[in-house]
């Protein structure tokens, strides 16, 4: 194995978090133990390009025992956690990746990765796939295919597809149900939170919190703030979701006048600009700002950056920018995943990632066992279902079974009233 990582000797404290994590993700212990029977990736070497903390090491532990030649880097310069990959390397993982990367570093190990000419690709965001595609595209002839993790990975591949230019068959891991109903609603809904108050150590009850974007991810922001006694405040650009905002019980208005009353914003839209230009100038003094969602670009540093006379660290990933008329704007963890990037971005809860690394794991496999053109596949629905009643059985509930006279009723149309 071998490794370009911070410390190999951060290994021991990785482990025991490791450890955890496994006592937390009982659906892919379960596919481990298969995986280690059936070997379904004997001689294969997957390459991934992920959040790299002990939950998804667990992943790479999980493809290792069905067989494969497992090489994992992290998706976000900011995310990775240094114990964690110390351990993954320990235990027979190839590991590269340390947190704090320049993001010259992050694409060297992009392409340490694929040194190793992955046969698949597991990827977030679908930098690795698009580095493929654009410079080395004689790995494409070995590989077999990828997995992506995240929507806007997602809505960039089908784009690729309709102009041409996608040269592999993608499972579109993120529009399973296991994953976004979960993931990214209870997961983003919980894990922002957690991360926000971790590293300002302030209330959210009683303030306002705007969230833009009512898709999966805005969807858990904004329960889990109500739930915490926030003032929520939704910003949509979709009608339908921005009614169902509304009915959901939460005001809805432009984001600049949002931005007037809010306390903290977060942004969750898979799209750039979403706080940008003139949107400074009606933000409140001592407004937290913090993105769930794209990268880096929801919230327009550069634009800030401008429109401010000082930026001062305050605490770890806390910047403070002071503004021409004395307003104090505040940045979170550089405007990157709050809930990943930085000191208490641990990323999602155990139990949830379990899901979506499941069907990660199941969805790497599929691509093994079928013959598949170029394109953006969705996964079975008797895959969520199988994930879903391994998850329900670890979690001790039960649920009926139709009878066969309701099967045949349910599959009926001539009975009427
Ligand atoms: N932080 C995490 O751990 C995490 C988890 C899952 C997904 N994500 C990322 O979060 C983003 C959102 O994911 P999702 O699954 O909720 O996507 P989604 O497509 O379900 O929802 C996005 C919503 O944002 C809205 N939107 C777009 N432009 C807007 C604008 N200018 N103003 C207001 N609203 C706007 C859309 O209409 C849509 O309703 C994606 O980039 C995704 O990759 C992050
Ligand atoms: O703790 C985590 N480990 C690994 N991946 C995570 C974690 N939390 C969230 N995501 C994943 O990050 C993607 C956005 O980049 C999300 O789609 C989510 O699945
Ligand atoms: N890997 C990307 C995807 C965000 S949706 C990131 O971490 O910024």
Not at 131 to 143: G, N, Q, V, Y
Not at 205 to 223: F, K, S
Request: net charge negative; glycine share 10%.
């Amino acid at each position: 194995m071998t490794y370009d990582i911070k410390d190999i000797n951060l290994a021991p404290e990785g482990e025991k978090k490791i450890k955890w994590v496994q006592r937390h993700m009982p659906v892919l212990e379960t596919i481990k133990k298969e995986f280690m029977e059936t070997k379904p990736f004997e001689g294969i070497t997957i390459g991934s390009c992920l959040h790299l903390e002990p939950k998804t090491i667990n992943l790479g532990l999980t493809l290792q025992a069905g067989g494969a030649e497992v090489v994992m880097t992290g998706c976000n310069p900011l995310s990775t956690q240094d114990d964690a990959t110390a351990a993954g390397a320990k235990l027979g993982l190839n590991m590269y990746g340390w947190t704090g990367e320049t993001n010259e570093e992050y694409y060297e190990q992009l392409n340490k990765v694929l040194d190793y000419e992955p046969d698949i690709v597991i990827d977030d965001g679908a930098d690795l796939i698009f580095l493929i595609h654009k410079e080395r595209p004689e790995l494409l002839e070995k590989l077999r295919g990828a997995c992506e993790e995240t929507t806007t990975g997602i809505h960039r591949l089908k784009s690729m597809f309709k102009d041409g230019e996608l040269k592999i068959p993608v499972m579109a891991v993120n529009d399973s149900y296991m994953k976004y109903l979960f993931d990214n609603r209870y997961g983003t809904g919980q894990s922002t939170f957690d991360s926000i108050m971790g590293t300002t150590n302030t209330v959210i009850a009683g303030q306002t919190v705007v969230v833009c974007g009512y898709g999966w991810c805005g969807r858990g922001i904004a329960m889990r703030g109500e739930g915490l006694g926030a003032n929520v405040i939704v910003t949509e650009v979709d009608p339908i979701r921005a009614l169902e905002a509304k009915m959901d019980g939460y005001r809805v208005m432009p984001v600049q006048n949002a931005l007037k009353e809010a306390d903290l914003v977060i942004t969750a839209t898979g799209n750039r600009d979403i706080i940008s230009g003139d949107d400074f100038k009606y933000i409140k003094d001592g407004c937290l700002l913090a993105n769930s969602g794209h990268f880096n670009v929801e919230i327009n540093e550069d634009d800030l950056a401008k429109q401010a006379i000082a930026r001062e660290n305050i605490k770890p990933d806390i910047e403070a920018f002071t503004m021409k008329d004395g307003r104090i704007v505040y940045l979170l963890a550089g405007g990157r995943l709050v809930n990943l990037a930085g000191q208490y971005g641990q990323g999602h809860p155990a139990e949830i990632m379990d899901l979506s690394f499941a069907m990660q794991a199941l969805s790497a496999k599929r691509l093994l066992t079928e013959d598949m053109k170029p394109g953006v596949y969705k996964t079975r629905d008797s895959t969520d279902e199988k994930i879903a009643r391994l998850k329900l059985k670890t979690m001790g509930v039960k649920i009926d079974n139709l009878t066969e006279e309701q099967e045949k009723y349910m599959n009926s149309w001539d009975v009427g009233t």
